[in-house]
């Protein structure tokens, strides 16, 4: 016997909604005086805590008014800047449930929306609607981010569209069903590019992105690479062997050396990122 139904992934957390609310300036170390929504246990879909991390103040801000005021937020910079860990690592200290979606050329529609799929129901094969990642998240108290925004596919840009806007419902078509998002849904987004494509050649593969749907993006914050200092400290975090007086020394240098070679960024130069520190 086929019957068609829908099945769902599981719960993305024990709890519905944010629980307490948490200082900024405590949780980031950021100078302000905001108060954020967060949960007070985690699930499997909080990302791991990076102790090491360090938060730059404009993004985490920009983030921070992501979550608690339901904007949304696309962060824009150069590659390896901590863009995609940082709104990871704010999730994580939230306790919000985080999902990383990278938009390569091969993400398709129904691979973010949901098809008809064969599965085993007590023993029959049923023919069920499987849902794809953006009906799951947007019935859920969770983060959504899109990687790579800028790489994505025009048609698939055009299913994210419909939920940029905060009161955003997904139509399911094949379905007849409507979906309200949560009101502890969220999303997020980054990108190389602000939507104009590149020039510079070192991000081949980025498209232009129809400027109607950057225009519901409330907020765009640029990170591009920190200071030396702050960077420094980044990777003597991470390599406790160099945190001696000669160490130290030594990340400077290499910092210093990373510093010169993005002063002369052009094509064919490529210019080093946090993430050579691994
Ligand atoms: N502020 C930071 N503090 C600690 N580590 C960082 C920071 N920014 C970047 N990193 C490290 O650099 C790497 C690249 O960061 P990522 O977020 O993937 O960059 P992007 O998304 O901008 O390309 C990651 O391994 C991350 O842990
Ligand atoms: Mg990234």
Known sequence: MTSTQTVSTQGAHSLNAPDITVSARALFGIDTDLEVPA???????????????????????????GFAFNRRVMIQGYHGTGKSTHIEQVA?????????????????????IGKD???????????????????????????????????????????????????????LLDQNKVIRPHPFFRLF???NTIGLGDTTGLYHGTQQINQGQMDRWSIVATLNYLSAETETSIVLAKLPDYQTEAGKKTVEAMVALADLTRAALSPGIFPPSCRRAR
């Open 92 to 112: 994580a200290r939230l306790n919000w449930p985080c999902i990383r979606v990278n938009l390569d050329s091969h993400i398709s529609r129904i691979d973010l």
């Open 189 to 191: 987004a980054t990108a």
């Open 117 to 171: 799929a064969i599965v085993l129901q007590d023993g029959k094969q049923v023919t069920a609607f499987r849902e794809g990642i953006l009906p799951w998240a947007l019935q859920s108290p969770v983060a959504i981010v899109f990687d790579e925004y800028d790489a994505g596919r025009p048609d698939v840009m055009f299913v994210i569209q419909r939920v940029l806007e905060v009161e955003g419902k997904l139509t």
């Open 39 to 65: 949960f007070s246990t985690g699930s499997a879909y909080v990302p791991d805590i990076d102790p090491s991390y360090k938060f730059d103040p404009d993004t985490t801000l920009a983030i921070l008014a």
